[in-house]
Nanobody, 126 residues
Framework: QVQLVESGGGLNQAGGSLRLSCAAS????????LAWFRQAPGKEREFVAA????????YYATSVKGRFTISRDNAKNTVYLQMNSLKPEDTAVYYC???????????????????WGQGTQVTVSS
């Protein structure tokens, strides 16, 4: 059974940092692009960051570029999201996602990913 399990969420103050982790199990994800999305109350799920199969390419939403860093460890089947300079508008449930790719690209649409975690809450107070 394929599973993605996020961890590392919590409550933090504006300007602080958090590191999210997502451990994948059930199969190897070395041929998958991995990504983070988030969903705030009353809003649609939005793209945050993605990383290619090899880890050589990354892509970020404009709202987080320069503050967040996505990385992966294929040996551990894990993807990370380092979040710095947190803002109250970063408050959301964060989801990791995996999607098989023939190319070493970084898709940033929900439709490109077919495995999803349950989500971890991140709350940033002002």
């Amino acid at each position: 059974q394929v599973q993605l399990v996020e961890s590392g969420g919590g409550l933090n103050q504006a300007g602080g940092s958090l590191r999210l982790s997502c451990a994948a199990s059930g199969r190897t994800f070395s041929n998958d692009a991995l990504a983070w999305f988030r969903q705030a109350p009353g809003k649609e799920r939005e793209f945050v960051a993605a990383i290619s199969r090899s880890g050589g390419s990354t892509y970020y939403a404009t709202s987080v570029k320069g503050r967040f860093t996505i990385s992966r460890d294929n040996a551990k089947n894990t993807v990370y999201l380092q979040m710095n300079s947190l803002k109250p508008e970063d408050t959301a449930v964060y989801y990791c996602a995996a999607g098989f790719r023939w190319l070493d690209d970084v898709p940033h649409t929900v439709a490109a990913y077919n495995y999803w975690g349950q989500g971890t809450q991140v709350t940033v107070s002002s």
